[in-house]
């Protein structure tokens, strides 16, 4: 079955300093991927997302995220996070052949400490 | 109202009562789905529905009766619940028509069953 893995629960970083939240996919000939952002009491917001193309995306509030094919990866930086950007985090996969259904990880709670 | 709308926001509720969860899109989609997300545990597709049909059931307990009148508003009602029912139910729209698009959240309703 197709999934999608965020290594890390949660990721302690203290203010200013960069970040990294880890995502890997199963492996497939085609596949698009998104990153969402969910702040307490809130619904899920779209970050970015890849679809084709240049394999670095750029997204709101400054993140970042690569696609690597041959690592199955899709990580998502920012090179020096808020107080504010502290919030759960997931990645999601759209294997293609499942039109909108997305599968996404497990999350990484980013605590941005001052 | 913009966006996507749930409500309740919270709902308590027995496990022989009857409740129902509202969600409206006011952002012209003509895909809605339903989302339990529970503490430690991936996002779970419950519900799909594009053109207001039913496309998707991931094997939902049938004490879960989605109802989807028309392309703004989708329901989720519910009956004798059990206690590990209790989540935060997140209903979503997009623009339905390939892989990629996607996909709004709205805040979500959270349920205590007792």
């Known amino acids: 079955a197709q999934s999608v893995t965020q290594l890390d629960s949660q990721v302690p970083v203290f203010e200013e300093a960069p970040v990294e939240l880890r995502c890997n996919y199963s492996?497939?000939?085609?596949?698009?991927l998104f990153w969402y952002v969910q702040y307490p009491n809130q619904g899920l917001q779209l970050l970015l997302k890849?679809?084709?193309?240049?394999?670095l995306v750029k997204g709101i509030n400054g993140f970042e995220a690569e696609f690597n094919k041959s690592q199955t990866s899709f990580h998502l930086r920012k090179p020096s996070v808020h107080i504010s950007d502290t919030a759960e985090y997931f990645c999601?996969?759209?294997?293609?052949?499942?039109?909108?259904?997305?599968?996404f990880g497990g999350g990484t709670r980013l605590m941005v400490k001052p | 109202e913009t966006g996507v709308t749930q409500t309740p926001r919270h709902l308590v509720m027995g496990m022989t009562n009857k409740k129902s969860l509202k969600c409206e899109q006011h952002?012209?989609?003509?895909?809605m789905y339903w989302y339990k997300q529970s503490a430690k545990k991936p996002l779970e597709l419950m519900f799909v529905?594009?053109?207001?049909?039913?496309?998707e059931n991931n094997s939902v307990p049938s004490r879960f009766s989605p109802e989807c009148p028309n392309s703004s508003h989708l329901f989720l009602h519910l009956h004798t619940l059990q206690p590990e029912d209790s989540a935060l139910y997140l209903c979503?729209?997009?623009?339905?028509?390939?892989?990629?698009?996607?996909?709004?959240f709205g805040p979500g309703t959270r349920l205590t069953v007792l």
């Open positions: 979503a729209s997009s623009q339905d028509g390939g892989a990629g698009n996607e996909q709004f």
């Open positions: 492996s497939s000939v085609s596949v698009y």
């Open positions: 890849y679809l084709s193309g240049s394999t």
């Open positions: 999601a996969a759209d294997y293609n052949n499942a039109g909108n259904m997305l599968t």
């Open positions: 952002l012209g989609h003509n895909a």
């Open positions: 529905y594009s053109l207001e049909e039913r496309v």
